[in-house]
């Protein structure tokens, strides 16, 4: 395999994730039908989707273990400051990892975002 080239997160209620995700992280819709949203994120250079689920997910819980790490060019302490400003509740400190600086959000189902300036 030479790369990741998609992933598609199954979401609870899929309209108050386009929500999350719009208003609350500023991901841009590229694309959306009634069983999936295709975000972009920084001029389109990430994409990535929410949809219905492919099977029932009734007392499942489903963002462990998953998470989805963005590059980012602006400054990671601006731009946590600024999702804060947004109204994220779930904004947690800036860590130091091997790949750069970085931190961690959650969206409504659990799933972790991260949001990395690479060394």
Not at 21 to 40: G, M, R, V
Not at 43 to 50: E, L, P
Request: glycine letters at 6%; proline letters at 4%; charged letters at 25%.
């Amino acid at each position: 395999m030479k790369q990741l080239t998609f992933a598609s997160l199954q979401v609870s209620n899929l309209e108050a994730s386009k929500e999350f995700y719009t208003q609350k992280l500023s991901f841009e819709i590229d694309n959306a039908n009634p069983q999936a949203c295709i975000f972009t994120y920084n001029k389109g250079q990430a994409s990535f989707a929410i949809r219905t689920p492919l099977e029932p997910i009734e007392g499942r819980e489903l963002g462990i273990g998953v998470a989805l790490w963005f590059a980012v060019d602006e400054n990671v302490d601006e731009l946590r400051e600024k999702l804060i400003a947004n109204g994220l509740t779930d904004v947690l400190p800036i860590i130091e990892t091997p790949f750069g600086r970085a931190f961690h959000v959650k969206d409504i189902d659990g799933y972790k975002l991260t949001f990395l300036n690479e060394k």
